[in-house]
């Protein structure tokens, strides 16, 4: 880096005995310490079954068809206040957790989204918002994870919608 300044990181670390094993992990001597940091680098991720959904994914699924009543289309904050007032309540770790399950979401085209005409926005005093709607693939794709999760406990974890 610019100065050095990982370099002298990195010697007072190691004269005080501290190696450094990846992003969020360290050890002194022979005790590994953990700083406390939540990373996709220090969980243990393995790769996902193809068509498995994560419950965050779930509830944007559940909450995107509940907000279907009001209109078809629905913005991210608009989507985080209908998961966090739901009945499966998990608080968001932050709203980008939010914005790249959405992301995931449209990759796998269980999702939709076009950007807010400008003009409508302006006119409201704010930025364009993404919109998005569930798809059909969407629809098909949670009711499938419904009817696995069904068969394989017997019951349905509760959803945004208060679903058994």
């Known amino acids: 880096g610019v100065g050095g300044g990982g370099r002298v990181a ?55 068809l509940a907000l279907r009543g009001a209109a078809d289309e629905f913005h991210g904050f608009e989507l985080a206040k209908q998961i966090a007032g739901g009945s499966s309540a998990r608080r968001l770790t932050s709203h980008g957790t939010l914005y790249k399950a959405l992301g995931r979401l449209e990759d796998r085209g269980l999702l939709a989204s076009r950007w807010e005409d400008a003009a409508r926005a302006a006119d409201a005093g704010r930025p364009r918002r993404r919109l998005y709607h569930v ?6 794709v949670l009711a499938g994870w419904r009817r696995t999760q069904r068969g394989s406990t017997g019951t349905l974890r509760p959803g945004v919608q208060g679903q058994p």
Do not use: H
């Open 10 to 64: 990195r010697a007072f670390l190691r004269s005080r005995g501290i190696r450094r094993q990846g992003p969020s992990r360290t050890t002194r001597g022979d005790v590994a310490v953990d700083n406390g940091k939540i990373s996709s680098y220090s969980l243990p991720m393995g790769r996902r079954k193809k068509g498995s959904l994560l419950a965050i994914e779930v509830d944007i699924l559940d909450a995107g």
């Open 135 to 140: 798809t059909g693939e969407g629809e098909r």
